[in-house]
């Protein structure tokens, strides 16, 4: 293990520029997913009723606390999808290095060890830095922890890295490095996983049919098991609509396009179609989750007014509606950062194919559309099915506390979609340098 770990750290330090990008997007995954978990364990740590004068009392019963920490340790998983994203970057180049070791005499347990170390090194420095801007932050705001919170701080800043490490290894579970440098690439069935999610989310709606339909049952938690199988039925129902019209549009435009750069965006899809649910996966679930917010604080707030609440009572309401929407947008900006780093990823793979189109002759313009296409189009149907599981979300909300149906959550799957094509067009200059004749002399 001591040579696995001293090789680890030479390759880390003697990374060419492409890797230090890498590492410096694992850094900072590393370092947002410390900060969430981090602020989760102090608020856990508060014991019983206290007075906070922060956030309009919404930290100062158990039962808030608990909701506040359930949506920081939510807002990790797009975070841990941003840092397998960022495990794929380079995965082909690096195969070469792998390859060699196992000239050498390497086991490909032992090269799997060693790509996980080198992952946690850089995780160990996001985690690091994450732990000194919240020290600096309790500092200033002159808040002492409890003893049992800074044993949540140390396994955390310790956990981060074993965690990212772990999902740096899972991410690179398909690329499998051979002593004869070659390497064989298998996705993974992402259908038998979005079967294993409908089972799992028809199962929470079935628990919470008869937790509804027992006696005492009518309360909030079996109306949060069915929100919570909504949103993932609707989520796994959206990822494999992406990869099942990816594979369709592919067939089908590749007989018919007429334009290059239908064409060309076509052929990849149909070549992989699997590879825009695997980029998509959180974003379509942050769209279901956003949809159903932004109807449901509609809802509440109309319903909170009607009431005839004081400001300063209305306050308490509208500061937790507000966190949570930060929240469902901080899960958002990390899951458009995923699409980003994944178009990178998918560039920089193909570079040896974009090199030889660019050294035929296809023009920038063509293969910077055939970017942009390959997220356009099978994100449009995937979009539409996760915004009608949304506004279900919302609407069986509204009826149940006979609230009016608000219009405005039509417009997020829009406005997702436009973001989605400008995280994806952030690529376009990595594009331009892949995309380059002269880099047929390095494939």
């Known amino acids: ?28 995954g590393a370092l947002l997913a410390t900060g969430f978990a981090l602020a989760a364990a102090t608020i856990a740590a508060v014991q019983g009723q206290v007075s906070i004068p922060y956030v309009h009392g919404l930290l100062n019963h158990p039962g808030e606390r608990a909701g506040v920490v359930f949506t920081l340790v939510l807002l990790l998983v797009p975070v841990l999808g941003f840092l397998g994203q960022c495990a794929r970057i380079g995965a082909v180049h690096r195969h070469r290095r792998m390859a060699g070791m196992r000239l050498a005499g390497a086991s490909p347990a032992q090269v799997r060890r060693i790509a996980a170390v080198e992952a946690a090194f850089a995780c160990l420095a996001g985690s690091s830095a994450g732990f000194a801007a919240f020290a600096v932050l309790l500092t200033v ?156 604080r509609g809802v509440l707030l109309t319903a909170l007014g009607e009431d005839g609440y004081r400001p300063v009572d209305l306050a308490f309401y509208t500061t937790g509606i507000d966190l949570a929407g930060a929240a469902v947008l901080i899960a958002l900006a990390i899951s458009l950062c995923g699409l980003a780093v994944g178009t990178a990823e ?77 995280a994806s067009a952030t690529s376009l200059p990595l594009l331009r340098r892949v995309a380059h004749p002269a880099e047929l002399r390095f494939t």
Request: some cysteine; charged content about 10%; glycine content about 10%.
């Open 1 to 28: 293990m001591k040579a696995d770990i001293r090789i680890a750290w030479i390759l880390a330090r003697g990374s060419e520029r492409r890797e230090w990008w890498r590492i410096s997007l694992t850094v900072l």
């Open 141 to 296: 705001v002159g808040h002492t922890p409890p003893p049992v919170a800074w044993a949540g701080f140390v396994v955390v800043v310790l956990g981060v890295p074993v965690v990212a490490a772990l999902v740096s290894v899972f991410a690179l579970r398909h690329v499998v490095a051979s002593p004869l440098d070659h390497v064989l690439r298998t996705g993974p069935d992402q259908r038998r996983r979005a079967v294993l999610a409908s089972l799992l989310a028809v199962g929470l709606i079935a628990v919470a049919a008869l937790l509804h339909l027992s006696p005492g049952g009518r309360s909030m938690k079996p109306l949060a098991l069915l929100v919570l199988g909504l949103v993932l039925l609707t989520g796994a129902g959206a990822i494999w609509v992406t990869g099942a019209f990816a594979a369709f549009m592919g067939r089908r435009l590749t007989l018919r396009a007429k334009s290059p750069a239908v064409l060309i965006a076509a052929s990849r899809l149909a070549h992989d179609p699997w590879a825009a649910a695997r980029t998509h996966a959180a974003l379509l679930l942050v769209t279901v989750v956003g949809v159903g917010f932004v109807g449901v």
């Open 346 to 422: 998918s560039l920089a793979t193909r570079r040896r194919g974009l090199a030889a189109q660019a050294a035929a002759g296809v023009p920038h313009g063509v293969l910077a559309r055939a970017t942009l296409l390959e997220t356009a189009l099978p994100l449009a149907p995937a979009l539409l099915l996760a915004g009608a599981g949304g506004t279900v979300v919302y609407l069986a909300y509204a009826t149940l506390v006979g609230g009016p149906v608000p219009l405005l959550p039509l417009l997020v799957p829009v406005t997702v979609y436009a973001a989605c094509l400008l």
